[in-house]
């Protein structure tokens, strides 16, 4: 189970996928042992063949995925909602999937007039917004609140942290309002947030 797992990692670490005898290197076990392996992990869906033979990941791991979203989401409601009340704004938790910015779980706040509606399931690039900015802000070890204005809705502003320290989760938490956040005072409560979403993850 060791030495599949391993696979799934060295190959989810390999965008342009690996033969098995590159999947053999970097594991140091033998090609015997990688086919067998692959012919397991490929059974399950985990593992799939490209049409030049390169092994890439399975969508059978992106059911396993959306199987643990629940799971997740139910963890971070708890810091959702403080958030949301704290700041007076919509908060969010965003996950990596596809490449994209998915926001996972949305909580609005209860004591405001007007708010920024934000649907859970919205996708953006992580290079747009504060939410995906701060994923590859974490990608790069920094743990500092990220600010947006405009750049995924006109009128709309962020500020989200990245959520460290959690296996296997590439994840920020933030908030969006219609005006701006000050990052003095939201910011702390932001990093709060993603502290207290990593505890109840870990």
């Known amino acids: ?9 060295v190959v989810a670490d390999a965008p342009g996928g690996l033969t098995v005898t590159e999947a053999a290197n970097r ?45 997740l989401a139910e963890g971070a409601l708890p810091a959702l909602r403080r958030l949301a009340e704290q700041a007076g704004a919509t908060a969010h938790l965003t996950v990596v999937e596809g490449g994209e910015g998915v926001a996972l779980a949305v909580v609005e706040p209860s004591s405001t007039s007007f708010h920024v509606a934000y649907r859970a399931g919205a996708r953006h690039p992580l290079d747009r917004g504060a939410a995906g900015r701060a994923i590859l802000a974490g990608r790069a070890g920094v743990a500092e609140p990220v600010s947006s204005s405009g750049e995924l809705q006109a009128g709309a502003y962020g500020l989200a942290a990245p959520v460290l320290d959690v296996p296997g989760l590439e994840a920020s938490v933030g908030v969006v309002a219609l005006a701006p956040l000050d990052v003095d005072t939201i910011g702390p409560k932001v990093l709060a947030a993603a502290r ?6 870990s």
């Not at 189970?1 to 990692?9: K, N, P, S, T, V």
């Not at 042992?33 to 490929?42: I, Q």
């Not at 207290?196 to 993850?201: E, K």
């Open 1 to 9: 189970m060791d030495r599949g797992l391993r696979l799934l990692h």
């Open 27 to 71: 594991l140091g076990i033998g090609r015997a042992a990688v086919y067998r392996l692959v012919s397991a992990l490929t059974g399950h869906g985990m593992l799939r063949r490209d049409g030049d033979g390169r092994l890439r990941l399975g969508a059978g791991l992106l059911h396993l995925a959306r199987r643990a979203q629940p799971l």
């Open 196 to 201: 207290a979403i990593t505890a109840a993850l």
